[in-house]
């Protein structure tokens, strides 16, 4: 079982950035894709974006292309995203998980995420 821990949410004004890490520890899956999802209050979850092992982005979402960006360092098990332009509509809570195909979680159990929101 890998364990992944999210960190660097916070409270930032609309057009700011944050940078989002996904630690993983445990038994590590570094040749899968990673990726991030979201849940806004009263919505369901949404994929964001994912990244091959290699590093090569395979997804970003419509809704953030252009402002978002991910990436990975297989030597520190850690995925990032980056988040730039934020809008208030980015606000919710960020996690991350492996990747079965795109879109896909590998696990159900999901961590604690961490919580962006963007005032306008």
């Known amino acids: 079982q890998v364990q992944l821990v999210e960190s660097g949410g916070g409270l930032v004004q609309a057009g700011g950035s944050l940078r989002l890490s996904c630690a993983a520890s445990?038994?590590?899956?570094?040749?899968?894709?990673m990726g991030w999802f979201r849940q806004a209050p009263g919505k369901e979850r949404e994929f964001v974006a994912s990244?091959?092992?290699?590093?090569?982005?395979?997804y970003i979402a419509d809704s953030v292309k252009g402002r978002f960006t991910i990436s990975r360092d297989n030597a520190k098990k850690t995925v990032y995203l980056q988040m730039n332009s934020l809008k208030p509509e980015d606000t919710g809570v960020y996690y991350c998980?492996?990747?079965?195909?795109?879109?896909?979680?590998?696990?159900?159990?999901w961590g604690q995420g961490t919580q962006v929101t963007v005032s306008s």
């Open positions: 998980n492996v990747i079965v195909k795109l879109g896909v979680p590998l696990y159900d159990n």
């Open positions: 445990g038994r590590t899956l570094s040749a899968n894709p």
């Open positions: 990244i091959t092992w290699g590093g090569s982005i395979l």
